[in-house]
């Protein structure tokens, strides 16, 4: 069974910095790019960051360009985005998803909750 | 990247079809066949329905389809149930391996 789960969120200061992790199992990790989305809380779903299988190519959204960094390890089968310099409107779930057929995410986490105030 | 556009809402009878439509552009739903669709009900993850515009994920029921026409894309639900009640959002690659999403659809089922 295909399982993604999420930790590292929770309450930081605007300005401070967070690491999410996706830990995953159920599949092949090395095989499949990986992204992130997040939610914000009441809104829509908003693409934020993705990964190549070997890790080799990463995209971001204008949004977190040069704040977000994504990062996998497949060793550990475990995905993880650092967050930097964080905003108020970074506040959202945040949900790691496996990249199945090109464009689609078949399977997701949980999600976890980063909430930025002061 | 613009967020596609979606109907805030749409509402249905159990029973009935619904349609929803995702408008982009040609750099992203004109541009591929990789458009996707995906229900989220209330305190949960999204669940992804459709893929490729029109194929379905094992499991997913029949009752679901996807087409597109240029840079518009459409979910069809026909025969309505209560648990189709959720929030749907479309995707589009969008190229130089980049996404986005619509802003999404509230279903009601009445």
């Known amino acids: 069974e295909v399982q993604l789960v999420e930790s590292g969120g929770g309450l930081v200061q605007p300005g401070g910095s967070l690491r999410l992790s996706c830990a995953a199992s159920g599949f092949t990790f090395s095989s499949y790019a990986m992204h992130w989305v997040r939610q914000a809380p009441g809104k829509g779903l908003e693409y934020v960051s993705a990964?190549?299988?070997?890790?080799?190519?990463?995209y971001y959204a204008n949004s977190v360009k040069g704040r977000f960094t994504i990062s996998r390890d497949n060793s550990k089968n475990t995905l993880y985005l650092q967050m930097g310099s964080l905003r108020a409107e970074d506040m959202a779930v945040y949900y790691c998803a496996r990249e199945g057929d090109i464009g689609s995410f078949d399977y997701w986490g949980q999600g976890t909750l980063v909430t930025v105030s002061s | 990247q613009s967020a596609l556009t979606q109907p805030r809402s749409v509402s249905g009878s159990p029973g009935q079809s619904v349609t929803i439509s995702c408008t982009g552009t040609?750099?992203?739903?004109?541009?591929?066949?990789?458009v996707s669709w995906y229900q989220q009900h209330p305190g949960k993850a999204p669940k992804l329905m459709i893929y490729?515009?029109?194929k379905r994920p094992s499991g997913v029921p029949d009752r679901f389809s996807g087409s597109k026409s240029g840079n518009t894309a459409s979910l069809t639900i026909s025969g309505l149930q209560a648990e189709d009640e959720a929030d749907y959002y479309c995707?589009?690659?969008?190229?130089?391996?980049?996404?986005?999403f619509g802003g999404g659809t509230k279903l009601t089922v009445l």
């Open positions: 990964i190549s299988s070997n890790g080799g190519s990463t």
């Open positions: 490729d515009v029109s």
């Open positions: 995707c589009s690659y969008a190229g130089s391996y980049s996404w986005v």
């Open positions: 040609s750099s992203d739903v004109g541009g591929y066949n990789y």
